[in-house]
């Protein structure tokens, strides 16, 4: 990893990136490094213990937690949303399943469509983000719209998909969704500096996000998103938790092995080298598996972390602002020569 400090200097300074980079190999040896400002109007610095949004990298926390009350027999991949739920969604397929959510191939509606929207703030006009603090306040948003086609006929990214799921675990485990991952999986990991935290209730040493204006100017993104995230994002983490997530999980300290190989599992085909699993996205090249990863992107956050199971290593990258997390990822790869 000797050339690899320089490289990332090199894109950092090209792309303004503003963040912090671990990058630890298989005998635990870490390359770190941190960049900008995580309160700009302060000018406090960016370092290893802060915490950052990582919007929808989350995602696989919720896939785990499913898994792990599968795991109890409090519910299976198969059981269908109908049973899971005393929520009436009149236009949903009764044969959604659990599998359906977990990889993006349910059909339903989603609260915030691409197709239609650009900018994630204009969810908010109608219905202002700071009311949204607990997962079933987004169901006005989409429990009464129409399916998008037939349950597991396609793979479509999907936010509201995992607002159901997130649903489900709660009622399974008659616990909040965010308590429940705080407890059974960042505790079980040694995440002890992640949580689901509140934009009104923020702890030291988190990042604030920050979206940075044509004319130079800048603004946080305090009301550009929920003002607590959920299921299908928003859970704050340090780089070296997100490594210890990905220790816990290949260690099998949160899922069984089985299980695990479930999770793995390319269930859904995205393009002609990723796939997807349960709640993580899977690279493949020259049909063996390059990466694991996750990524998030909201306005004022952009994260990537992946696992490279060729090299044993774990990189993550997580920033503070609405891009170029991609960048310095990208960096990597290439400087590290990456391979399946």
Not at 103 to 130: A, N
Not at 289 to 316: E, L, N, Q, R, W
Request: aromatic share 12%.
């Amino acid at each position: 990893m000797n050339n690899l400090g320089e490289a990332i200097r090199e894109t950092q300074s090209r792309v303004d990136f503003s963040g912090v980079v671990m990058v630890q190999d298989g005998h635990g040896d870490a390359a770190t490094a941190s960049y900008g400002y995580a309160n700009r109007a302060d000018q406090s610095k960016n370092n290893l213990g802060t915490r950052f949004g990582i919007a929808s990298g989350c995602k696989l926390f919720t896939a785990i937690a499913i898994c792990q009350l599968v795991e109890d027999g409090k519910l299976s991949f198969d059981t269908r949303l109908k049973d899971c739920l005393d929520i009436k969604f009149p236009s949903f397929s009764e044969e959604i399943t659990v599998h359906h959510l977990l990889t993006h191939t349910s059909g339903v509606p989603d609260y915030f469509d691409e197709e239609i929207m650009e900018d994630f703030e204009e969810l908010w006009i109608k219905r202002p983000m700071y009311h949204i603090r607990s997962l079933k306040d987004f169901l006005p948003m989409f429990q009464d719209e129409q399916m998008k086609f037939t349950p597991g006929e396609s793979f479509h990214y999907n936010n509201a998909g995992y607002i159901l799921l997130g649903l489900i675990a709660e009622h399974a485990s008659s616990m909040q969704f965010t308590a429940y991952v705080e407890e059974y999986i960042f505790k079980k990991a040694g995440m002890m500096d992640s949580g689901y935290f509140s934009f009104d209730a923020l702890p030291s040493s988190t990042a604030l996000g920050y979206i940075d204006l044509p004319d130079g100017s800048w603004k946080t993104n305090i009301y550009s998103l929920p003002v607590k995230g959920g299921s299908d994002g928003g859970a704050y983490v340090t780089a070296d938790d997100m490594s210890k997530l990905w220790r816990a999980l290949l260690g099998q300290l949160l899922l069984k092995e089985d299980t695990l190989n479930i999770l793995l599992t390319p269930h859904a085909q995205v393009n002609d080298t990723g796939y997807y699993g349960y709640g993580v996205w899977i690279k493949k090249q020259d049909d063996d598996i390059f990466k694991y990863h996750v990524m998030g992107y909201d306005p004022g956050v952009s994260f990537h972390s992946g696992y490279y199971p060729a090299a044993k290593t774990i990189a993550t990258v997580c920033s503070n602002k609405s891009s170029g997390a991609y960048d310095i990822l990208e960096t990597i790869e290439e400087t590290l020569q990456v391979k399946a």
